[in-house]
């Protein structure tokens, strides 16, 4: 996320901690987590099945997730907050928009 100080010049704010970004991702409510994801794995283009090797699960878990049957385990909340932050500016955004 981008600033302008008062003297007009552009800052980023720094970027969120995965401790604190993991607790809030554990409290957010499944249909946003699940949409998160959703977004996640478009953003990085990917489908369910790469998405889901990634996380070291299988395409059925991935889907369940995104339709909001299912939560991700604490290790794959985990995987999830390194590929935000992967996408620095980007993942920000995706967390704070589904972070309500």
Known sequence: ???????GDETSSPPV????????????PQPN???LIK????????TQEEFASECGVVFSTV??????HRKPSPMALKLIVLMLSS???RGQELFQKYQT
């Open 1 to 7: 996320m981008t600033k302008r100080t008062s003297q």
């Open 63 to 68: 889907n369940r997730w995104e339709k909001g």
């Open 17 to 28: 901690s995965s401790k604190v970004a993991l607790s809030q991702l554990k409290r957010m």
């Open 39 to 46: 977004q996640l794995r478009q953003e990085m283009e990917q």
């Open 33 to 35: 987590i699940g949409l």
């Open 87 to 89: 996408l620095e500016e």
